[in-house]
Structures are given as structure tokens and as C-alpha cells.
């Protein structure tokens, strides 16, 4: 069923696509159909990602001032050429000081983050990103709603994703046929 049918049934009224604001879908460390952990944060996925029409979020380490992707340690390199030509589509998770220090030099080229035991942060774009199992806004990316089992159109959590500002998902895919977009 079309979640605008659903929002009809909810609100009295059959919305348009006009209606409903555009969702950002954010491909997780490149995964665009299920999580591929051997392939995560490398170039070449990243990249298959950005040709697939999605932006990613990448996890960026700063080692002896070489830049690295990589989600728990540094894993492989990447150039700043790289990153400054696909900056547009880049969500940049920095993983140590060294990274965040890094991004804060480049005078609002870059969307960054840091974020720890945090539920919430804020991207150097003034964009919210709300960890896993954490009710989203609407100036707001919801990280890996899957993990929660937002599947369900009928149900209250599905109903969220349609008010944030996008998702960032391992099922890019998925969501991008679910949501009509």
C-alpha cells in the first residue's frame, strides 16, 4: 500500500508528492543492500554508492597526517583530492581527534561529526544525527532504522522516517523503492 494512503486514512486527505518533503537516503559506509562489512569505507564502495545516486557516510581516521577510512581502526587511505571532489556527497563520521581537528581547517567545506556515547550530534551543516533506538526530528538523519524494524508502514516508527530529513542505512535500495523515490 502507498504510504499516502495511509497518511489519508490517518488526516482526512490524500497528499501529493509535493506534500511530502524529499528523504534523504544516506548509504552506511557504502551498503546499499544489506551490510557488506569486507567492503565497508573503501573507495571503491563509496564510490559504487555515489554512482547509485546516494550519499554515504564514512568513517574517517587522521594517522601521522595521512587520511584513512576505516570503522574501527584505520583501514585504508584516501587522499584529500578524493575527498574535496566528492565532498557533496560525503557525511564524514570523524573516529579520532586528529580526523575532527582535521575537517575544522577546511572552512565549512566538509559535513562532519563527531559523536561518542552520544544519542544525538550535531553535522558542521547544522544537521541532527540521531543514533541507532533514539526518536528522530525533522532537521534530522536517523541512523540504521532498520536495526529497529522500521518496515512496517502501519506503524508509529515507520510514520518517523517520513518526518526527518533521512535516513542512513545499509538497505539504501530497500528504502529508496519503499518510499517511492
Known sequence: MDFRVLIMEKYNRLLTWKDIPQIKIISHRGNIDGENSDRENSIIYIEEAISAGYDVEVDLWVEESEFYFGHDFPQHIVHIDWLLKNKD????HCKNLEAL??????DGEFNYFWHNTDRYTLTSKGIGWVLVGQIPYSNSIIVLPEKLGYYDKCDEKYDRILKTKGICTDKCNYYKKELNL
Do not use: A, G
Open 101 to 106: 581537528e582535521s575537517m575544522s581547517h577546511f
Open 89 to 92: 556527497y560525503l557525511w564524514i
